[in-house]
């Protein structure tokens, strides 16, 4: 028998409260895996895990069939020096639920838990389901989802689940960050010097404010190069050979980061590193089932600046969850518990638009 709603809501909320009140910072998430597991299987779910990726199929999985993930995270960032609550005290006030990581992104991975529940022993169902409960997003860990995909069946479509008030975020943008240096000529402050690498950086920062990349997305906008870090000498009296800059670019649907690399590369007037191009951005087509699905129960569509784990993935990919964005990462933090309650419903109606 299917559980009732109003149950797996109750029970979701109970688990949120568990996992906030259990430390599970990126790399250190064993004990919140452990509770999630736990959570499914008292639904006779059978759970596998990886590492602190806890993951389980639908009863009736069909390979035949084409696959849907679901997959939030478990693990958190560390609580910043302004809260004044304690961070890893589940409680409930005003209708809020406050704690650590409960808007970022335990609301959304309970919420997700409890949909895939109720859809687990559901049978003719037009996609496969995986559930994925994973760690390390935070910090884009090795063990994290990257470690997971490989070893599960090929994902044609996935809600990850992330704040966006039950919005449809159908594009994200991806990021690359880049070590840039501006060269010079070292020599002592006394003594003249027309190759001063600090005054070679005024144009070159010039050149990056001004830039702009030509392909604008209709969901995400304009690619967006910013200046976050500038760093150069050690002595009064020295003029460095060198002034190394960060830049950060967020990266929309329109260009892949191998090109963003490869035109900054050629045309910024400084030499350009890339860290790592692997965080891309994502999308789905806004004419998807899943998407039409959401939009019928009259939720808006948008693109987010923010990462997640859609990085990580190959298949089109929406983000969707409650909370709010904009709550993440902040002191007490806390996600309303009727958000939960209305995203566990407009989870299961959207899939229900879109599986049935």
């Known amino acids: 028998m299917r559980p009732t709603q109003t149950l797996l809501t109750e029970k979701a909320i109970e688990l949120l409260k568990k996992l906030i009140g259990t430390p599970s910072f990126s790399g250190e998430e064993d004990k919140t895996a452990d509770a999630i597991a736990e959570f499914l299987q008292g639904f006779g779910v059978k759970t596998q895990r990886q590492h602190n990726n806890i993951y389980a199929f639908n009863k009736y999985f069909d390979e035949s069939k084409p696959t849907l993930l679901l997959n939030s995270h478990h693990d958190t960032v560390k609580p910043n020096s302004a809260y004044t609550k304690d961070p890893f005290n589940a409680h409930i006030e005003d209708g809020k639920l406050y704690g650590l ?11 997700l838990l409890a949909t895939f529940v109720h859809f687990y022993e559901d049978e003719n169902l037009s996609h496969n389901i995986i559930m994925a409960a994973t760690g390390e997003e935070e910090d884009a860990g090795e063990k994290s989802i990257r470690a997971l995909l490989p070893i599960l069946p090929k994902i044609d479509v996935a809600i990850v689940g992330e704040p966006t008030l039950m919005d449809l975020a159908i594009a994200e943008k991806g990021l690359v960050v880049f070590d840039a240096v501006v060269e010079g000529t070292p020599s002592h402050a006394a003594h003249p010097n027309d190759n001063n690498a600090i005054y070679n950086t005024i144009e ?7 830039y702009s990349f030509d392909k604008v997305s209709d969901a995400l906008g304009k690619v967006k190069l910013t200046v976050t870090q500038v760093s150069a000498g050690n002595q009064h009296n020295v003029v460095p050979g060198h002034v190394d800059l960060v830049i950060d670019v967020r990266v929309n649907d329109r260009y892949t980061n191998q090109e963003i690399a490869n035109i900054l590369q050629k045309e910024a007037p400084c030499k350009m590193i890339p860290r790592s191009l692997r965080l891309n951005s994502s999308r789905i087509d806004p004419e998807h089932d899943l998407v039409k699905s959401g939009l019928a129960l009259g939720r808006k569509t948008y693109g987010s600046p923010t990462l997640s784990d859609q990085a990580a993935l190959t ?19 806390f996600i309303f518990v009727d958000e939960i309650k209305e995203g566990i419903d407009i989870y299961i109606k959207t899939l229900i638009g879109f599986l049935q």
């Open 101 to 111: 990581g409960s808007n970022d992104a335990g609301g959304c991975l309970v919420s």
């Open 204 to 210: 070159v920062l010039q050149w990056l404010k001004n």
């Open 315 to 333: 298949c089109q990919s929406v983000k969707l969850g409650p909370g709010d964005s904009t709550r993440s990462h902040s002191a007490d933090e």
